[in-house]
T-cell receptor, first 113, second 113 residues
């Protein structure tokens, strides 16, 4: 079945770049997503990338997709303490617009001032 | 900015009791979902709903679960006879036709004693 894997923890210093990695298994995914979860809060959609793209940039966020290796990464430039959260990678299971998301376990990003 | 809302934020119940978790999806969205996250684990898909019927459900969504859209705004998840292992954060999500991005509510933390 589908599976999404992420490393569980990442610690960076304020001002440095953070890179959060994810691997997935479903080659039929249409979109891949990054969600952010702050303590006690819900899932905030950060960004997403269409599966036929290699890269997407959105302000401090850069998403890279290597479809051959089924590898997705999220780079946060100039990481701030407010970026401390859990980051979830997710893939959808098709393109019907009504497809479930499959999530990784999440990477806890700790930003050290 | 429109957002998905959920009530209550926290529900405590005794094992064997029925609970109803409520969600108000974003108003022009047509596709609705329930996910759950057991503490420290992945966010897991439960069920998707479109046009007043279930589109897809996971193995978790057994006969003790049901969903309903009782009116034009609410979307509910009912658990008929709660078990200890139903303790989790339950997230509602929605998206609109033609757009795959799912927007999540803040979640309801269900504690079964």
């Amino acid at each position: 079945g589908e599976d999404v894997e992420q490393s569980l923890f990442l610690s960076v210093r304020e001002g440095d770049s953070s890179v959060i990695n994810c691997t997935y298994t479903d080659s039929s995914s249409t979109y891949l997503y990054w969600y952010k979860q702050e303590p006690g809060a819900g899932l905030q959609l950060l960004t997403y990338i269409f599966s036929n793209m290699d890269m997407k940039q959105d302000q401090r966020l850069t998403v890279l997709l290597n479809k051959k290796d089924k590898h997705l990464s999220l780079r946060i430039a100039d990481t701030q303490t407010g970026d401390s959260a859990i980051y979830f990678c997710a893939e959808d299971q098709g393109n019907s617009g009504n497809t479930p998301l499959v999530f990784g376990k999440g990477t806890r990003l700790s930003v050290i001032a | 900015e429109p957002e998905v809302t959920q009530t209550p934020s926290h529900q405590v119940t005794q094992m064997g009791q029925e609970v109803i978790l409520r969600c108000v999806p974003i108003s022009n969205h047509l596709y609705f979902y329930w996910y759950r996250q057991i503490l420290g684990q992945k966010v897991e898909f439960l069920v998707s709903f479109y046009n007043n019927e279930i589109s897809e459900k996971s193995e978790i969504f057994d006969d003790q679960f049901s969903v309903e859209r009782p009116d034009g705004s609410n979307f509910t998840l009912k658990i008929r006879s709660t078990k200890l292992e139903d303790s989790a954060m339950y997230f509602c999500a929605s998206n609109r036709r033609g757009y795959n991005e799912q927007f999540f509510g803040p979640g309801t933390r269900l504690t079964v004693l």
